[in-house]
């Protein structure tokens, strides 16, 4: 599985930016994407992932200003980040599970918001 992360940038602080994972490669049986982030420094943190079923968690800090979701047809997972805060500023990875084996990686894309 081949995961390519797009769409970060630069915004300044209530901006909103769009980032987007296409999938390619053996794609069948990933059950759960989700997008990552990582501020220099810290560990990475589950940002929100959605199932093949829809179903979607996120992060208690993106809640209400983050939206996940998935066009199956394009086989890509979008991630809205609206009302953004310099605090969202970190490196955003994309992330495929499949029933079994480790999760896959793509790899990254830069979100800087400035205040």
């Known amino acids: 599985v081949q995961l390519q992360a797009s769409g970060g940038g630069l915004v300044q602080a209530g901006g909103s930016l769009r980032l987007s994972c296409a999938a390619s490669?053996?794609?069948?049986?990933?059950?759960?994407m989700g997008w990552y982030c990582q501020a220099p420094g810290k560990q990475r943190d589950l940002v929100a992932f959605?199932?093949?079923?829809?179903?979607?968690n996120y992060a208690d800090s993106v809640k209400g200003r983050f939206t996940i979701s998935r066009d199956n047809a394009k086989k890509t997972v979008y991630l809205q980040l609206n009302s953004l805060k310099p605090e969202d500023t970190a490196v955003y990875y994309c992330?495929?599970?499949?029933?079994?084996?480790?999760?896959?990686w793509g790899q990254g894309t830069q979100v800087t918001v400035s205040s």
């Open positions: 992330n495929a599970l499949k029933t079994t084996g480790p999760p896959f």
């Open positions: 959605i199932t093949n079923l829809g179903d979607t």
């Open positions: 490669g053996s794609i069948t049986s990933i059950y759960v």
